[in-house]
């Protein structure tokens, strides 16, 4: 692989990002900040912070989507802080962990920054107000490292406690935590599908589905320290960084490994990005250089080969960069050999060695290739023993030697002794099913006795006639359960037509729901769908298409019939509708109202927040969200009563509403220990307070005044 376009910036870089306005910002270990343009790579922008990292294992460093506000810790690793990038004014500071801060994140709406640390704790920090909002569930050892969704939905950390934490940032609630990991987890990535990927201190990559807590898959060959994730714009190809320089590159949805080698650097790899709009991989290093790949490197070579047949070095090419056998010409190459070794056996099967070399010219010197050529060859040197049988009634020879060489079995010869059998077979069915007719099935089917996997059947058949009958009572009845059931048991019945009308009748409903589905027809799709769900082999697809179009079409019977309650709390439990134009409406209304009431959140003022977030109060997906704007303007509202020195009295009824509402949060921690500095006569202690908790939060529970 070539690099197309290179930058150095002398410093190790530890942060790049692609912003929404297209420009890649790049931030060395002294934090120097500097804004490019991504397809020149000229400079646009750029500031000093100088704070040198000396760690950057971690994400210490951390951009907004939009570029409005950045995060970073400080030299000693004591402190983290919020910035907005345009005034380089700090927005807030947060030195509450009980040792040094391991990692920062701004999540992709750019609402809050969560600063995790050694003490296990992850605070969450309002970016416009630099307010601590809420806290995410704490690790037992250091928060590693910390990943969104890209729609900003879930957050996930990981630890030094070899356990990943997930929580829903759209209903403020905890998921899970999946342990599988036998050492401290390093890196987290979100991919599509409800997957996250982690790998460990000891290399080991696991893939979870977010959604079953399952592990979907563990990725192999991993033998580096891995110091940086990135994923293809379409999660087709995932891209693992190493402290040794190399590119590993997997397949997202085989999660085989395509290479181990893609590429090599000279210097470790510090961190990756990945340009969607252009398929550009872009590495950072820790000799400080930018350097562009194009992932589909060679896709225009492939054409002009391709027109010239010259096979040979479109597998070079493609061996050179994998990713090319997943381009439309690869597809075209592949379609054109199996062509070849189809015209090739015919030759072949006629006798013609010559021209079959001939035929298979194009691929011969392909190694791969060669190594089928070769074996086909071979194979074919008894086919004209395989005839002889055929011709002569040997069948039971015929078949043997047709397992001996499984070419044969494509051949026009092999087919036709296939028909013969079905149509033996199905005699000798109607003989069975007579009450004398036993001896003349018999008789049909002797010359295929000494074959393994005919003889079973034909034991089947002699012996289970009855089955046989129930099976076509069942058919006639349409009583396609107790059809799969029978075929599941007895697998002579697969031999029978009515089992290959039973199929090719299932496989007409499939398809028939699938365009339905496609158009929107859900109630047509469903009648289908519930007949289909007798079938055995379509039965876990059915149900799992079935909950979709349950859940979508009670989503936009609720839009529809304006019961936005049912539309959020529906949409809360399926993230595949959010695609949807009411989904996005609704989404957009949410996080507009949400903003809002933020905004009054930071002045302590309940009352308008419950004005801005009142259509949502009988929501329950959105109750621990407004719960938590609520609790924080309550602290708000407890800071400014401290420093008015509003009477002591006041403040600890206050204090104990709080807790009876909320429990024990960072928030009132913090604003406690202030409490006690201002009344330090005070003999009020927390932990000794009845406790409620934010899950348990209703709108009946709302004052305007925590103080009240």
């Given at each position: 692989?070539?690099?197309i376009?290179?930058?150095?910036?002398?410093?190790?870089?530890?942060?790049?990002?692609l912003?929404?306005?297209?420009?890649?910002?790049?931030?060395?270990?002294?934090?120097?900040v500097?804004?490019?343009?991504k397809?020149t790579l000229?400079?646009?922008?750029?500031?000093?912070?100088?704070?040198?990292?000396?760690?950057?294992?971690?994400?210490?460093?951390s951009?907004?989507?939009?570029?409005e506000?950045?995060?970073?810790l400080?030299?000693?690793?004591?402190?983290?802080?919020?910035?907005n990038?345009?005034?380089?004014?700090?927005?807030?500071?947060?030195?509450?962990?009980?040792?040094?801060?391991?990692?920062?994140?701004?999540?992709?709406?750019?609402?809050?920054?969560?600063s995790?640390?050694?003490?296990?704790?992850?605070?969450?920090?309002?970016?416009?107000?630099?307010?601590?909002?809420?806290?995410?569930p704490?690790?037992?050892?250091?928060v590693?490292?910390?990943?969104?969704?890209?729609?900003g939905?879930?957050v996930a950390?990981?630890?030094?406690d070899?356990?990943?934490?997930?929580?829903?940032?759209v209903?403020?609630?905890?998921?899970?935590?999946f342990?599988?990991?036998?050492?401290?987890?390093?890196?987290?990535?979100?991919?599509n599908?409800?997957?996250?990927?982690?790998?460990?201190k000891n290399?080991t990559?696991i893939?979870?589905?977010?959604?079953?807590?399952?592990i979907?898959?563990?990725l192999?060959?991993?033998?580096?320290?891995?110091?940086?994730?990135?994923?293809?714009?379409?999660?087709?190809?995932?891209?693992?960084?190493?402290?040794?320089g190399?590119?590993?590159?997997?397949?997202?949805?085989?999660?085989?490994l395509?290479?181990?080698?893609?590429?090599k650097?000279?210097?470790?790899i510090?961190?990756?990005?990945?340009?969607?709009?252009r398929?550009?991989?872009?590495?950072?290093?820790?000799?400080?250089?930018?350097?562009?790949?194009?992932?589909?490197?060679?896709?225009?070579?492939l054409?002009?080969?391709?027109?010239?047949?010259?096979f040979?070095?479109?597998?070079?090419?493609?061996?050179?960069?994998?990713?090319?056998?997943?381009?439309?010409?690869?597809?075209?190459v592949?379609?054109?050999?199996?062509?070849?070794?189809?015209?090739?056996?015919?030759a072949?099967?006629?006798?013609?060695?010559?021209?079959?070399?001939?035929?298979?010219?194009h691929?011969?010197?392909?190694?791969?290739?060669?190594?089928?050529?070769?074996?086909?060859?071979?194979?074919?040197?008894?086919?004209?023993k395989?005839?002889?049988?055929?011709?002569?009634?040997?069948?039971?020879l015929?078949?043997?030697?047709?397992?001996?060489?499984?070419?044969?079995?494509?051949?026009?010869?092999y087919?036709?002794?296939?028909?013969?059998?079905k149509?033996?077979f199905?005699?000798?069915?109607?003989?069975?099913?007579?009450?004398k007719?036993?001896d003349?099935?018999?008789e049909?089917?002797?010359?295929?006795?000494?074959?393994?996997?005919k003889?079973?059947?034909i034991?089947?058949?002699?012996t289970?006639?009855?089955?046989?009958?129930?099976?076509r009572?069942?058919?006639?009845?349409?009583?396609?359960?107790?059809?799969?059931?029978?075929?599941?048991?007895?697998?002579f019945?697969?031999?029978f037509?009515?089992?290959?009308?039973l199929?090719?009748?299932?496989?007409?409903?499939?398809i028939?729901?699938?365009?339905?589905?496609?158009?929107?027809?859900?109630?047509?799709?469903?009648?289908?769908?519930r007949?289909?769900?007798?079938?055995?082999?379509?039965?876990?697809?059915v149900?799992?298409?079935?909950?979709?179009?349950?859940?979508?079409q009670?989503f936009?019977?609720?839009?529809?019939?304006g019961n936005i309650?049912?539309?959020?709390?529906?949409?809360?439990l399926?993230?595949?509708?959010?695609?949807?134009?009411d989904?996005?409406?609704?989404?957009?209304?949410?996080?507009?109202?949400?903003?809002?009431a933020?905004?009054?959140?930071?002045?302590?003022?309940?009352t308008?927040?419950?004005?801005?977030?009142?259509?949502?109060?009988?929501i329950s997906?959105?109750?621990a969200?407004?719960?938590?704007?609520l609790?924080?303007?309550?602290?708000?509202?407890?800071?400014?009563?401290?420093?008015?020195?509003?009477k002591?009295?006041?403040?600890e009824?206050?204090?104990?509403?709080?807790?009876?509402?909320?429990?024990?949060?960072?928030?009132?921690?913090?604003?406690?220990?202030?409490f006690?500095?201002?009344?330090?006569?005070?003999?009020?202690s927390?932990?000794?307070?009845?406790?409620?908790?934010?899950?348990?939060?209703?709108?009946?529970m709302?004052?305007?005044?925590?103080?009240?």
């Amino acid at each position: 692989m070539e690099v197309i376009k290179s930058k150095s910036v002398e410093k190790a870089i530890i942060l790049m990002k692609l912003l929404e306005d297209g420009q890649l910002i790049v931030v060395d270990k002294n934090t120097t900040v500097r804004l490019f343009d991504k397809n020149t790579l000229e400079l646009k922008n750029g500031f000093k912070v100088n704070i040198e990292h000396l760690r950057y294992k971690n994400s210490v460093v951390s951009f907004s989507n939009n570029g409005e506000y950045f995060a970073t810790l400080t030299s000693d690793c004591k402190t983290s802080r919020l910035y907005n990038t345009n005034t380089k004014k700090m927005i807030s500071k947060i030195d509450r962990h009980h040792g040094e801060v391991s990692c920062v994140g701004i999540d992709p709406l750019s609402r809050h920054m969560f600063s995790c640390g050694d003490d296990g704790k992850i605070f969450a920090i309002d970016v416009k107000s630099g307010k601590l909002v809420f806290t995410l569930p704490t690790h037992s050892d250091t928060v590693n490292d910390i990943a969104f969704t890209r729609n900003g939905n879930w957050v996930a950390t990981a630890g030094y406690d070899k356990k990943i934490s997930l929580f829903n940032l759209v209903t403020m609630t905890p998921k899970d935590k999946f342990k599988a990991h036998a050492s401290p987890i390093l890196k987290l990535r979100f991919l599509n599908k409800h997957r996250l990927l982690s790998v460990d201190k000891n290399s080991t990559a696991i893939i979870w589905n977010i959604y079953t807590s399952k592990i979907i898959a563990r990725l192999q060959g991993i033998h580096d320290d891995v110091t940086s994730l990135t994923s293809s714009g379409d999660d087709k190809f995932l891209f693992i960084g190493t402290a040794l320089g190399y590119i590993l590159l997997y397949d997202l949805n085989t999660y085989e490994l395509l290479s181990s080698k893609y590429i090599k650097t000279v210097s470790p790899i510090t961190v990756l990005e990945f340009d969607n709009e252009r398929n550009h991989l872009i590495i950072g290093t820790e000799d400080g250089f930018v350097m562009y790949y194009d992932i589909y490197e060679g896709e225009e070579k492939l054409k002009e080969l391709l027109q010239n047949r010259e096979f040979e070095a479109i597998q070079k090419e493609s061996e050179l960069n994998p990713i090319l056998t997943y381009t439309r010409i690869h597809e075209l190459v592949a379609n054109f050999w199996e062509n070849t070794l189809a015209k090739a056996k015919i030759a072949l099967q006629n006798g013609e060695q010559e021209k079959a070399l001939l035929i298979f010219g194009h691929f011969k010197n392909i190694p791969s290739k060669n190594r089928i050529i070769q074996k086909v060859i071979k194979d074919y040197v008894e086919y004209d023993k395989f005839v002889n049988f055929a011709k002569q009634g040997k069948i039971a020879l015929a078949y043997n030697l047709a397992n001996t060489y499984p070419a044969y079995k494509d051949s026009k010869l092999y087919k036709s002794l296939e028909l013969r059998w079905k149509k033996t077979f199905y005699q000798a069915q109607k003989y069975a099913l007579e009450p004398k007719g036993t001896d003349k099935a018999k008789e049909l089917l002797a010359p295929y006795r000494g074959i393994s996997e005919k003889s079973m059947l034909i034991q089947d058949l002699m012996t289970k006639g009855e089955i046989y009958k129930r099976f076509r009572e069942s058919i006639g009845k349409r009583n396609f359960v107790i059809c799969s059931e029978l075929i599941k048991q007895y697998v002579f019945l697969k031999e029978f037509p009515e089992y290959d009308t039973l199929m090719a009748y299932a496989d007409g409903l499939y398809i028939k729901s699938q365009k339905l589905v496609h158009d929107g027809d859900t109630n047509s799709a469903v009648k289908i769908l519930r007949v289909l769900s007798d079938f055995s082999d379509f039965k876990e697809e059915v149900s799992q298409t079935m909950k979709e179009i349950v859940s979508k079409q009670k989503f936009f019977d609720a839009v529809k019939d304006g019961n936005i309650a049912d539309a959020y709390n529906i949409l809360s439990l399926n993230e595949d509708l959010e695609e949807t134009k009411d989904a996005k409406l609704l989404i957009k209304q949410w996080n507009d109202d949400l903003s809002i009431a933020r905004s009054y959140a930071v002045f302590g003022n309940a009352t308008e927040i419950k004005k801005a977030l009142s259509r949502y109060m009988t929501i329950s997906s959105k109750l621990a969200s407004i719960g938590t704007i609520l609790s924080w303007c309550y602290v708000i509202q407890l800071e400014k009563a401290i420093k008015e020195e509003v009477k002591q009295s006041v403040i600890e009824k206050a204090i104990k509403n709080y807790m009876l509402n909320f429990g024990f949060q960072e928030q009132i921690e913090n604003l406690f220990e202030l409490f006690k500095i201002k009344y330090p006569e005070s003999k009020l202690s927390l932990e000794y307070l009845t406790q409620g908790s934010l899950s348990m939060w209703r709108p009946s529970m709302f004052v305007s005044s925590i103080l009240d």
